[in-house]
Each structure stands twice: as C-alpha cells, then as structure tokens.
C-alpha cells in the first residue's frame, strides 16, 4: 500500500484514471482508543460495517479485542486475521451448520438469538454445550435513527419472557441485547430500548449476566450532526446501572460505523458535467451505494490548489458509470460552481459500508488503495488524547475476573 501526506497531493501526484480509496489508519486508531477508554464496557466492533483485515489489525492494536461476526464467512475471516480475538455471532438467524463450525472449529460461545426454534437449533448444533453465552434480541424501537432495524429482528414483548427463562437453562451466561437502528440521532433511543430490557427482566425474572446495547452509535455527515458520543455513553452507563442485575454484569456495545466510518474516503473523477449533475467514474454499484440507495449525503470537496471556501457553491447530483439509471446518487452534494470533467473529488466518511458493499457490475469496480495521513472530512474526535497504562483494569474487566 502506498502512503501519501493528503487527498489533494495524491491527485495531484497520479492523476488517477480510476476511483482510489484512501485509508487513515490513525482515524480508525483514535476511534478505537475512544470506545476502549470511554465506553463502561466491553467493545465488540461490528465486522460488517468494513471487513477489511488492515482495518480489523489496526483495532486489534488499539485495544478491540471483541468482534461482532454475523456469517460463517465472517467467522472465518475474522479468525485468520486476528487468531486470538473473542468472536461473537450476533447474526439472530444462523445456519445450523454455521453455529456448528462457529462453535467447534472457530471457538465461538457468543451466539444471538429471537425465537425457540434458533435456541434449539443452537443447543443441537453445538450438541448441548454448557459453555456458552447466549444473547436474546427483543425488539426495540428505531425511531430515533436515520436506518431503521427494527422490522427483520427481535423478540415480540409477548414471547421474551417465555424465551428468557428458556435461554436461561440453556445458557451459561444469559444475555439481552438490541440494535437501534443506525445512525442513533440521540442517546434518548438507548435510554429507551434499556427500558424494555428492564421489562424483559422483571417480566421473565431471570438473572442476566450480559447486556449488550448493540450498534447504532452516530458519525458525523452533512445535515447528521449528533451529540457528542460522551452523552451516549453517559445515558447507557446510567440505565445499566440501574437496571435489576448483578454486581457483576457485563455492559457490551456493537459499535460499527462509529468506529470506521472515518477510516476511508474515495477519490473519483468527474467525467462529464450536464448542468448541476456530475457524472463521475463510482456510484450505487461501488462505494457510494447508501447515496443512491437510502439518500445519504456524504462530505465531498474538489481536490485542487485553487479551491477555498470563498468560491461560489452549486449543489450537485451524480451519475455513476454503470449503464442503469439507477446508478444515481441524488445528494445534494455542494461544490464549486465552476466544475467540469477531469476534476478530481474527494467523498467522505466512506470507512462505513462504502467499501463493503462494492460490487463489479458492468464491468466497473476498482480496488486501488492508498494510505493518507491527512484528517478525515469530518469527524467526532477531533482533539482527543487518551492514553491508559497498561497496568489499569477497568471496571468491567474487574467485574469478568470476578466472576471466574
């Protein structure tokens, strides 16, 4: 991989004829360090959101020792890049043969589930095993997040009760866990979905040795500006401590984007200008999938020497290179007035499912990448130091030697 000091001095430098991903490992460093030391809890980084072994090593050395996997694909891949990580298969529904292979071959004991028959499928596929740590998802609300994931997962509050006490025979440690949504636009929907853990609690009064408040914390994107990740972290400490649980309880988070939504951004050339659409050389079948799909706008600025905030801004959208009108990516994404073809851009916050959820349709698809040491577009941790000694235990490691 090769390395450059910024964005700008790259385009320059190659004048690339094809889209470029740029990486900065130390974004993804100071995300990491930031959950690790700030968060009340154990940090499970959620495999989907970016899958890329550079980027699961640059966490590992950070201090991310957990890994939220969601496939067998994953399971495996996760093990050959980080052979002592503890890997934890938070997908609901699973192939049994998957949790076969999860269990026996790869040692995972962390598995999901929202309905009876994924527990038996469990039980059977890891033949009655006593060792596991076995996390019912109820269903909460999305309503505060920009992606709903409240539609395809999670226990109906009828059933959790009856699921609970099943799972609680079942399980050497017995877990609730929920997901937001994405993109959680106020620590209220934590504060909430820990309310409909206490429910489950008090309604199956079963003893609970993990909670585990999923993913959904926010990055930073035009017209997205969250709080402060502080403030999520506050509310969820605040509710787990006072929900009725054991002093030795474990707090678990699945962050995914947060932690890496900062990592990657894309260089792309524009090709053709057709008044304020841009057709450039990416789109819905490459990195930029959420803008065409769900309508996310991401940061994106023109990489030349004359360009400054004082010039005159038009608002833009784009069209990808593919043949299908669907490679359209609305924004509105502001630039400068003047653009035309054989301009370089730079897009944004695209560490999160940008490079994930690339295809080659058409022919298209590139996966030149270089390393920059240049700030990201935008981010949530600007100015943040933490450093720990390595001697200091945190509360939830005491809590975990505890209990062994």
């Known amino acids: 991989m090769h390395k450059h000091h910024s964005a700008l001095g790259l385009a320059k430098a190659l004048r690339p004829v094809e889209p470029v991903t740029l990486v900065r490992p130390h ?17 499970l980084y959620a495999v989907k959101a970016n899958p890329s072994p550079e980027l699961l090593q640059i966490l590992w050395d950070s201090g991310v020792t957990h890994y939220d996997v969601a496939s067998i694909g994953e399971v ?3 093990r050959r890049a980080l ?52 996390c019912v998802r109820i269903r909460v609300s999305s309503d505060h997040s920009k992606l709903s994931l409240a539609a395809k997962f999670g226990a109906e509050p009828e059933d959790v009760a009856e699921l609970l006490v099943a799972t609680r025979q079942a399980a050497d440690a017995l877990g609730i866990c929920f997901h937001v949504g994405s993109q959680a636009m106020t620590p209220a929907a934590y504060a909430e979905a820990m309310e409909r853990v206490r429910a489950a609690i008090v309604a199956s009064s079963v003893t609970v040795d993990i909670v585990d408040v999923g993913g959904g914390f926010p990055s930073t994107y035009p017209g997205m500006e969250p709080p402060p990740l502080d403030a999520y972290f506050g509310v969820i400490h605040n509710a787990f401590e006072n ?12 962050p995914g984007r947060a932690l890496c939504a900062e990592y990657s951004s894309l260089i792309v050339r524009v090709e053709k200008r057709r008044g304020d659409e841009l057709y450039i050389n990416d789109g819905a079948y490459g990195a930029l999938f959420d803008a065409a799909h769900v309508g996310w706008r991401f940061p994106v600025r023109v990489l030349r020497d004359d360009a400054d905030e004082a010039m005159e801004m ?14 359209h990516m609305a924004g509105p994404f502001e630039l400068p007035s003047d653009i035309q073809a054989g301009d370089y851009i730079e897009v944004g916050m695209l560490g999160a499912y940008g490079c994930a959820m690339r295809t080659a349709f058409n022919g298209f698809g590139a996966d030149t990448v270089h390393s920059v040491s240049d700030e990201p577009m935008a981010t949530l941790y600007s100015g943040i130091a933490i450093e720990r000694p390595s001697n200091v ?12």
């Open 76 to 78: 495996r891949m996760a």
């Open 314 to 327: 038009t608002e833009y959208s784009f069209y990808g290179p593919t043949c299908d009108d669907l490679d």
């Open 27 to 43: 974004a993804a460093k100071r995300a990491a360090r930031f959950f690790v030391e700030k968060f009340p809890g154990t940090v």
């Open 393 to 404: 235990v945190s509360l939830d490691q005491f809590k975990r030697r505890a209990r062994r």
């Open 83 to 134: 052979p002592k990580a503890t890997l934890c298969f938070m997908h609901p529904v699973k192939a049994e043969e998957a949790i076969e292979e999860a269990y026996f071959v790869h040692g995972v004991r962390t598995f999901s589930l929202d309905t009876m028959d994924e527990l038996e499928k469990i039980v059977r596929a890891t033949r009655g095993a006593t060792d596991l740590n076995l």
């Open 243 to 254: 929900l009725p649980i054991s002093y030795s309880a474990e707090l678990w988070c699945e």
